[in-house]
């Protein structure tokens, strides 16, 4: 017969073991729902950094574009300024050469003939006419000449050394202005010379290029 302090010992063993049991279970769940928490964690954490990544790359992409474009575009107006450059000292050269060219008698029967035909599709019968003072007299007398043989008075007005040689004319009331001036030819060709320069500047820039490929 089993004594009560042994079933008293035997109870709390059952109720112990029971006990130790249902701890352990909960242990475990505890446990599985740490390592799931832990791996959710994880996963989160590693989806957050490959986006974080992601970002950083596409954002230093982005960086080197603009850097790559702003220095494209650097280049591209550094040179122009070059080209620019290149162009007024063309012009400058053309200008000096316009100038000696107004010491020629080739320049005297030229700007003779441009009078003369201007004069003849102009109906006023009094225009101003600006000159240089220090045009070549032969010049001025030929103007003269041709203007009083059309009965045309001319109101003689200063051109000045900016513009170079050549004249202008303009009527009474200013309503017209003929900018016959080789300032004027020079500015009209600055166009196109410019154009012709960077065209001219951009092959033998790809000739180099293609060269050292």
Known sequence: MILLENKIAIFNKIVFLKEKEECEKRLQAEEEKAKKILREKEESLKKDSEAFVNRRVELAKRRG??????????????????????LTKLLETLTKKLVEFTKTDEYVNLETEYFKEIIDEIEDKEIYL???????????????NIAEKKGVKLN?????????????????????????SLRNKVEDMRYKIGSMLHEKLKETGDIIANSKN
């Open 156 to 180: 003689i007005g200063e051109l000045y050394e900016y513009h170079i040689g050549g004249f202008i004319l303009s009527d009474m009331n200013r309503t017209f202005n003929i900018d016959m």
């Open 65 to 86: 574009y603009e850097l790559v474009a702003r220095a494209n575009e650097e280049k591209r107006v550094l040179g122009l300024r070059e080209d620019e450059k290149l």
């Open 130 to 144: 600006y000159i240089k003072n220090e045009e070549s007299p032969a010049l001025v007398e030929n103007i003269k």
